[in-house]
């Protein structure tokens, strides 16, 4: 919890109270259904809270901004970016019940309003969102391809609508297809742990 006040010391108590809160309910969780690796949850904050607020460095979300967490997990990055935007509304969707089951029971155990979270396959999705939040779960080409009907013509945020993804690694391959538009920010620009040096966030408006 230390490691997310350090790097967003403008926290409201509110939401230091459901970071801190984080840690118990997932630990509970993962006992009962295994959303992140066993060896890691030590690593909570860093691996998944922070990782997951990388896209809050690269974007900074208007009020009253939709956004879709497309294959979600146990609520990655959707829960952590929902704290850090109370006034945006988030939809979680994963094809995993399971898994849906505790990013709503962690969304609610910690009082957060402004997420939804359904299972469902990303085609199955035709909901339209300002935003398609995403962390690795397939090609940037093919998420892409499932989540432009997703994407709404109204936009609200400096930043046009598009897609933000968190990519781990080389990502030239991935991006070649958007090599005009795309813009890719490591995120050791803004956080200084080993783990983050060749991590990723790509957006792609859409």
């Given amino acids: 919890m230390e490691l997310i006040k350090k790097y967003f010391p403008d926290l409201s108590e509110r939401q230091k109270e459901q970071f ?3 840690k118990a309910l997932y630990e509970d969780w993962n006992a009962k259904i295994n959303v992140i690796s066993r060896k890691d949850i030590g690593n909570l904050y860093e691996h998944h809270v922070l990782h997951s ?14 956004i879709l967490d497309f294959g979600t997990g146990g609520g990655f990055p959707g829960i952590p970016l929902a704290i850090m ?27 957060l309003r402004n997420v939804v ?5 990303g085609e199955d999705e035709h ?12 090609p940037l080409p093919d998420l892409v391809k499932i989540v432009r009907k997703n994407i709404s013509r109204k936009q609200r945020n400096a930043m046009l609508n598009g897609v933000l993804c968190l990519k781990g690694g080389q990502v030239d391959g991935e991006i070649h297809p958007f090599r ?3 813009e890719v920010e ?21």
Wanted: charged residues 25%; glycine residues 8%; contains cysteine.
């Fill in 20 to 22: 801190g809160a984080l």
């Fill in 53 to 66: 607020l990388g896209i809050a460095r690269a974007a900074q979300f208007q009020a009253d901004t939709t």
């Fill in 85 to 111: 935007f109370p006034e945006c509304r988030f939809k979680l969707i994963d094809g995993t019940g399971k898994k849906i089951l505790v990013a709503t029971e962690v969304a609610k155990a910690i009082g």
């Fill in 117 to 121: 979270a359904e299972q469902r396959r």
């Fill in 127 to 138: 909901g339209k969102f300002d935003f398609v939040v995403s962390r690795a779960v397939m």
């Fill in 180 to 182: 005009k538009t795309a």
């Fill in 186 to 206: 490591p995120l050791s620009q803004w956080f200084e742990e080993e783990w983050f040096k060749e991590k990723n966030v790509i957006y792609v408006p859409v």
